[in-house]
């Protein structure tokens, strides 16, 4: 269970009674088990529409006979045991904060209900909703099945005497009138309507199983009318399951206070179960039906678990984590300034280009770095930093240089390429990103046009989406799709800067796939023309291939690639 949802009965309970008196129209999802409570309690779509902020999510849960039941294997019709119910009640209860809405079916007898309601305002449930047929129900939306309404004045006193036992104010009891499912008509519903708003109800539900919504908005009309008559203001109910083409700001302004998705999340995941089902079969594995499913770690995350391995790597995120420095190449363009020294050792604004990199580091408190030479070698020098040799530098890719420091990777790590100057922020952001693997990509690209022949690791997010004024955009997490230098520019929506960071967990994944590629693969890989000399991203490619899930922190300049003469001009200028 996750822990970010924690809250007291007492203060849960309540809540549903405050969004009323606020004059919210509440809208309420289903849930039917202890995940379905959690995708109900956060789910949330925010974006910009008609130029303004908006922010939606479900303000209560509802938790469902119908889907608890067949969630169990079992029919609604008060089969599975109230204790069972209660049971799943908890599961939700545990893992959300807002308030819960239980499906109370017909209620029992009397004697029953008193108990029902006395444990469910314990628990911290908001409200039950009760239906007017007598026990055991059948479900209301089968067509042909036999509805048998409960005399009006019998349940008038069930209500009466839930009501007593109560020990709060904020615990709701509401009446489903079954009128419009039995075909008695709008008479017969406004009738007990008035009957069990004088027992003391706290609120009315109308259900229907029409695909028109004509005969539930004719109800609430004439309901106005009775709360007038009664000098009542009591919340009116609807499920719009069956006439699901009207919209929650048409129910809202005919009157209904609290608009119920009664059985969606279990439909949906029932559907889901059954295409993945049928792809297994069909294909005889598992790789068609990876597009049909959540990954593990979105599971993970969900339920907690992420929480805990982060609290569990806490320890290790504030120790030296080390850094990687590729820096073993030799660069053609520059090599006429260089006289001899490798490119790390090129003064800017009279301090070495690595020198600046290490000083940035250090303030972040990075001071375990390697830098990995290769062409002159000997030349490399920095204080304070550990100096490894790629001997084979030109046979290999700036990958085969990161992995010559191998050892440095196994509780994570920094890579940094060797020819950028970053402001100090720019590594702070990247230390509080909590993710295994977490690459630095510059969103300057959406803004302006990739500079002419410059060759740039370009990404592409896997949920870019175009902006629009008339749709909601889904804040979305930071995740890439695709990376490398042959992108077309005009798809690409960030460049990759040479800054990544790996926890313990993404640098296994990043190692072994390492290893698994050298072993396995030859010939043309990825864009690489030769697996003998695939770089970084292909490699990081080849990973989102694979179903590990790279991150990338977003940022907006701020940084500098030394890659020509005018590059070193501007870092001269600034520095």
């Known amino acids: 269970m996750t822990l970010a949802n924690n809250t007291l009965p007492e203060i849960r309970r309540g809540k549903l009674k405050s969004l009323l008196r606020e004059g919210k129209t509440v809208r309420v999802l289903e849930a039917h088990n202890g995940l379905s409570g959690i995708v109900a309690n956060d789910a949330k779509v925010e974006g910009i529409l008609e130029d303004a902020k908006v922010a939606r999510e479900f303000d209560a849960i509802w938790e469902s006979s119908l889907t608890d039941s067949a969630s169990k294997g079992h029919p609604d019709i008060e089969v599975v ?43 911290g449930v908001s409200a039950v909703i009760i239906e007017d047929k007598v026990f055991p129900k059948r479900n209301s939306l089968e ?39 039995a075909g008695k008509g709008l008479e017969d519903a406004l009738a007990r309507a008035k009957t069990y708003l004088l027992a003391g109800v706290d609120g009315i539900m109308i259900h229907s199983k029409s695909k028109n919504p004509e005969e539930i908005l004719q109800f609430a009309q004439s309901y106005r009318h009775l709360l007038r008559e009664l000098d009542l203001d ?32 279990l439909r949906a995941a029932y559907k889901s179960m059954i ?17 049909l499913c959540a990954s593990v770690r979105e599971i993970f995350k969900a339920v907690g678990f992420l929480d805990i391995k982060e609290k569990d790597q806490q320890d290790e995120q504030l120790a030296n984590i080390p850094v990687i420095i590729p820096a073993a190449g030799e660069d053609p363009i520059l090599k006429p300034l260089l006289n001899g020294k490798p490119k790390a050792m090129m003064e800017i604004a009279g301090t070495t280009l690595l020198q600046r990199q290490i000083s940035t580091l250090n303030q972040a408190n990075l001071t375990d770095i390697t830098v990995v030479a290769g062409y002159a070698h000997d030349q490399m020098k920095a204080e304070s930093v550990a100096i490894l040799n790629n001997a084979d530098y030109k046979n290999g890719s700036m990958l085969h240089s990161i992995f010559t420091a191998r050892e440095k990777m196994n509780n994570g790590f920094l890579m940094l390429y060797s020819d950028i100057l970053l402001e100090n922020h720019i590594i702070t952001q990247l230390m509080d990103c909590k993710e295994d693997i977490v690459l630095v990509a510059d969103n300057t690209i959406q803004y302006q046009r990739a500079e002419e022949g410059k060759v740039l690791d370009f990404i592409i997010s896997k949920n870019k989406r175009p902006p629009s004024r008339r749709r909601i955009s889904v804040v ?3 995740i890439l799709a695709k990376i490398g230098n042959k992108i077309n520019p005009e798809t690409a929506t960030h460049e ?23 072993q396995n693969y030859k010939g043309k890989f990825q864009e690489a023309d030769d697996i003998a000399r695939f770089t970084f991203t292909d490699l990081i490619q080849e990973m989102i291939d694979r179903g590990f899930v790279i991150n990338f922190l977003e940022i907006h300049q701020g940084w500098l690639e030394i890659h020509r003469e005018e590059d070193i001009a501007l870092a001269n200028k600034f520095l």
Do not use: W
Not at 165 to 180: G, H, K, P, Q
């Open 496 to 518: 990759f800067i040479g800054l990544g960071k790996f926890s313990k967990t993404g640098a296994e994944q990043f190692i072994q796939t390492y290893k698994d590629c050298v």
């Open 275 to 291: 295409e993945v089902s049928k792809t297994l079969l069909l294909n005889q594995r598992s790789f068609e039906a990876d597009p």
């Open 81 to 123: 045991s109230f204790d069972s119910r209660l049971h799943t009640i908890q599961e939700i209860l545990a893992v959300t904060s807002k308030p819960l809405i239980v499906d109370g079916d017909t209620g029992g007898d009397a004697n029953n209900f008193e108990y029902m309601v006395s444990k469910l305002e314990r628990a």
């Open 143 to 181: 067509a042909g099945t036999q509805q048998t309404l409960a005399d009006p004045d019998v349940f008038a006193q069930k209500i009466k005497r839930g009501k007593n036992v109560l020990s709060t104010e904020d615990f709701m009891i509401i009446a489903r009138l079954e009128s419009l499912i």
């Open 234 to 265: 009591k919340p009116l109910v609807c499920v719009p399951t069956t006439y699901n083409t009207i919209t929650e700001e048409e129910l809202s302004a005919a009157g209904f206070r609290i608009i119920i998705y009664a059985n969606h999340l």
């Open 476 to 478: 979305y997490d930071n």
